[in-house]
């Protein structure tokens, strides 16, 4: 189980707050749906081995096949397929789903993780490539990453097809094998690489071996013998580049190797990696895939997105020292001197919480420099003692545990007192 | 399945963040867990039917037993109980988990819900019992309902302990099967009440059905035979309602008919109705539970709390019109006139988020009346056109689509413009 004590919670809720902030200011709604899923929605999509592999499926009293959703791509798609006329076009869409899945093959346990998803549907042109990849940068340095520490790597699959059906001739299950070769290059030895390649492609094992170990994409490109209609593929790809270098995204590189698990991926794929040399991982990634839609009967819809890991996320700003420190939401502790004074203590908390100061009051009977201590020991900044003279006279003493200084204001003045107050 | 599209999602949104935004300003901090629980959590507790009935266990694959958890108590009550040493105490928690529970015995369809947790763990005196019914209220007028809009209905476990057991001189099975039926007194007919009763109590029936219908808690007490113990229990209902009384709270009664289900509450329970006529239901409830922690092994612990669910509250605050209108996030979009203004819409559209302002821009290429259009159909209040003109004189007009109006304004005053013009 993952348990999430305040301290825990207080990350992940501001891991969720940045990313709802940054994608709704490119204008992205959030949507949600039940964890639950009807099964045939994955079974739909793909007969692939991998899918089963990581999903639950159970029946419930009713006899349906319920699925703990994987991932959240095939909901979006059956949503938008749902209400395809009534949605205006293009649709921005994002949502932090709970997502399941097993943890590894050998341990067998169903884990629950969070992912932001951010979508655009109905757009062409490279212009939706360009959004979500300059949304992806926006939320890393929203949450305090520099261009320096991150790296876009770009590749498109439309490239790809073309480099294993037009260029080495391969099609069908040769070619889906050689696709999944590249797509794990990175992890496994170079032999096993090459003898899998030279299997397959016999001779020609060393032009894809050389279109892959290409330095940058005019090594690639020149490596490539090309038609029109690869030129214009290719051309795309530079032009996407191009108009991320306009958007000032210039961590930005072409990486042959890219090729993201999905078979949805139809066109551009990217993933984000982590630039530090001791942790050099994929962050995250995303891609155009224009051909969902249809398996779902509804007519296609062009479509970029990508997902965004909580796991990942948090990993990477604690290794960094970027997450903020927890503070209890209570600003303010009222600490009873003297129970006659406990009628007016719960009225000045009442009126502190009704003008926007949340607080809480130590009804505990215990002597008020325990109170004071309790409240220093929970992180809670402030506390107001309540006793006869402060009832009678109306004026109070704000205390600021941390640097135990002294502030004498009226009662009325309070709230904006703490409100106003910085924190250190 | 249950989808939130984007206004559903805003929806349930707010209803979060006004359960977020009372609780914290009570000083209850957040905490969360998977849905994911082992199945012994809730064997352990009971092993009532009840339980098995309206929960999804099944084995995962590394052979656990795994319970979509249909409550978060007893996940509360664990995680609690596994950090019992360190955690100051009182603890003040709340948490808002998605439950799982079968709709009906007879369709068997599995469903999510989510609710509000609240809980004070830590304090014994009614001073717990009136910062959670507080608590309770506050969120109802938080939520736009007036005080004449609900009522508290109060009782005690206690007292209804003394009255089966002490009064009517009940023990085990015959005692909770008259709890059960004094549960259930306003969902089933009077006959079959009295047959019951009248089964199990014989001529004692009398004594029981004249305590359930007393008018008031005076009535109630008046027909109550008691000693010193009785004496102090009632005193304890007594001295939280005049507590409450003195909070503000005045829409209280005691009403000897709420027991609350679980067989884990040990003192006061309450739970709040709808006082509309026409809907005159129960919307939510709580209670103590003093002995739960023992079940995990953990010393025990005093607790009061409540459960708000999502459902029961979206619907009350649809019926009264208390939910507000749906707006998209983003406040303006940009339009692009010529293609050429592109790089200078992209731009200002940056400069426009970097400063707060939640943005989207129209690539579309289409004409601007149509673009114009589109933002006026997605709800988004405010347009800014981009074209030559604009990009050489760096002067931007801002049009409000509801009223037409139009405002001149230079570039670099646009995002405090936009940020600072309310919507109508």
Chains 1, 2 share one sequence.
């Not at 991998?50 to 994987?70: H, N």
């Not at 169903?110 to 549907?121: A, G, P, S, V």
């Not at 009967?297 to 965004?308: K, Q």
Request: aromatic residues 8%; neutral net charge.
């Amino acid at each position: 189980v993952r348990d999430f004590y305040p301290e825990d919670m207080a990350v992940e809720n501001y891991i969720f707050k940045t990313m709802r902030r940054v994608a709704e200011s490119f204008g992205y709604e959030e949507y949600g749906a039940s964890v639950l899923e009807p099964a045939e929605l994955y079974e739909a999509k793909t007969g692939e081995e991998i899918v089963s592999e990581q999903t639950y499926t159970f029946t419930d009293r009713g006899g349906r096949r319920v699925t703990l959703r994987p991932e959240m791509t095939p909901t979006v798609a059956r949503m938008i397929a749902a209400r395809r006329r009534e949605l205006p076009l293009p649709i921005r869409w994002y949502s932090i789903p709970n997502l399941f899945r097993y943890e590894r093959p050998q341990r067998g346990r169903l884990r629950e993780h969070w992912q932001l998803n951010c979508d655009i549907f109905g757009v062409t042109g490279i212009e939706a490539e360009a959004e979500i990849i300059s949304l992806a940068a926006e939320l890393l340095r929203a949450f305090g990453l520099k261009d320096e520490d991150f790296e876009i790597r770009l590749n498109s699959r439309k490239i790809m097809d073309y480099c294993i059906s037009g260029v080495l001739g391969l099609q069908g299950d040769d070619g889906k094998t050689i696709c999944r070769l590249i797509d794990k290059k990175n992890k496994i030895s170079d032999e096993e690489f090459k003898k899998t390649a030279a299997d397959i492609l016999g001779e020609k094992d060393k032009l894809l071996l050389a279109l892959l170990n290409s330095k940058n994409f005019e090594e690639f490109i020149s490596r490539l013998p090309r038609d029109e209609e690869a030129e214009k593929t290719l051309n795309e790809t530079k032009g996407l580049i191009k108009v991320l270098d306009g958007l000032g995204i210039y961590n930005i590189r072409f990486d042959q190797t890219i090729m993201r698990g999905f078979d949805y991926y139809t066109g551009t794929v990217f993933e984000i990696y982590d630039t530090d040399a001791k942790n050099r991982r994929s962050l995250f990634g995303g891609g155009r895939f224009d051909k969902l839609l249809s398996i779902f009967g509804a007519p296609d819809l062009p479509a970029v997105g990508f997902g965004m890991g909580d796991v990942t996320m948090r990993d990477i700003l604690e290794t960094r020292g970027l997450l903020p420190p927890y503070r209890p939401p209570a600003k303010v502790v009222v600490c009873i001197v003297e129970k006659s004074a406990l009628p007016y203590g719960n009225d000045l908390t009442q009126k502190l919480r009704a003008e926007g100061v949340a607080v809480l009051i130590d009804c505990s009977g215990r002597k008020v420099g325990d109170q004071i201590k309790a409240a220093d020991k929970r992180g809670i900044p402030f506390v107001v003692c309540v006793g006869g003279a402060e009832v009678k006279s109306g004026k109070l003493k704000v205390k600021e545990l941390k640097t135990g200084e002294e502030t004498e204001v009226e009662e009325g003045q309070l709230a904006r007192l703490l409100k106003n107050r910085a924190v250190k």
